[in-house]
């Protein structure tokens, strides 16, 4: 059974960086499809970006701040994220599934992780 931990939010000041960390177990990450989420308060959950062997893609929000990877080797999958905002606060979720390419619809993900708070605050 597949399992995913996300790791490296916190408080961060308008303009930082953080690094997410997304490390699966039970199954490889190097077949699936896999993609960052954010849920902020009192708002719907949203795909904001995501990655898979044939494809990667990013929301409008974040393009061109934000960077996805993946790292086979140790099962991880990161998302760099830079210049951030007050607005990029949520909580980051990470989600896999079992396709050739990915989506950021949330509702074609069978596995996600339990989040990690990213606040940006001065």
């Known amino acids: 059974q597949l399992q995913l931990v996300e790791s490296g939010g916190g408080l961060v000041q308008p303009g930082g960086s953080l690094r997410l960390s997304c490390a699966a177990s039970g199954s490889t990450l190097d077949y699936l499809a896999v993609g960052w989420f954010r849920q902020a308060p009192g708002k719907e959950r949203e795909g904001i970006s995501c990655v898979s062997r044939a494809n990667t893609d990013y929301a409008d929000s974040v393009k061109g701040r934000f960077t996805i990877s993946r790292d086979n080797a140790k099962n991880t999958v990161y998302l760099q994220m830079n210049d951030l905002k007050p607005e990029d606060t949520a909580v980051y979720y990470c989600?896999?599934?079992?396709?050739?390419?990915?989506?950021?619809?949330?509702?074609?993900?069978?596995?996600w992780g339990q989040g990690t708070q990213v606040t940006v605050s001065s």
């Open positions: 989600a896999a599934m079992g396709r050739l390419m990915c989506f950021l619809q949330e509702g074609v993900y069978g596995y």
